[in-house]
Nanobody
Framework: QVRLVESGGDLVQPGGSLRLSCVAL????????MGWYRQAPGKERELVAT???????DHVDSAKGRFTISRDNAKNAVYLQMNNLKPEDTAVYYC??????????????WGQGTLVTVSS
């Protein structure tokens, strides 16, 4: 069984910064893509950024230049550095990981979510 543990969400003023962390725990053979999604109140969940196994990254337009996704393969961890936060970034942020178990079973796992609130 694999689970994701997220941390880093908080209340921050506009223009501030936060770093979200997500660690995958359990029986893991290898991790492929990792990503961050967010869901604002009353809206659908949307993609924020992804990072492939070769560390190739992709960020949605609203995140480019402000957010940076990164990963630490030794720790089975993915991070999201968020700078110059805006009120419209307020949302629950979810970590997503696609991996192989030791028995080569393919899994897609979601974190429990961490709340980011941007407000003065």
């Amino acid at each position: 069984q694999v689970r994701l543990v997220e941390s880093g969400g908080d209340l921050v003023q506009p223009g501030g910064s936060l770093r979200l962390s997500c660690v995958a725990l359990g029986s893991i053979r290898s991790i492929n893509a990792m990503g961050w999604y967010r869901q604002a109140p009353g809206k659908e969940r949307e993609l924020v950024a992804t990072i492939a196994s070769d560390s190739t990254t992709d960020h949605v337009d609203s995140a480019k230049g402000r957010f940076t996704i990164s990963r630490d393969n030794a720790k089975n961890a993915v991070y999201l550095q968020m700078n110059n936060l805006k009120p419209e970034d307020t949302a629950v942020y979810y970590c997503n990981v696609r991996l192989f178990t030791p028995t080569l079973r393919r899994l897609e796992v979601w974190g429990q979510g961490t709340l980011v609130t941007v407000s003065s």
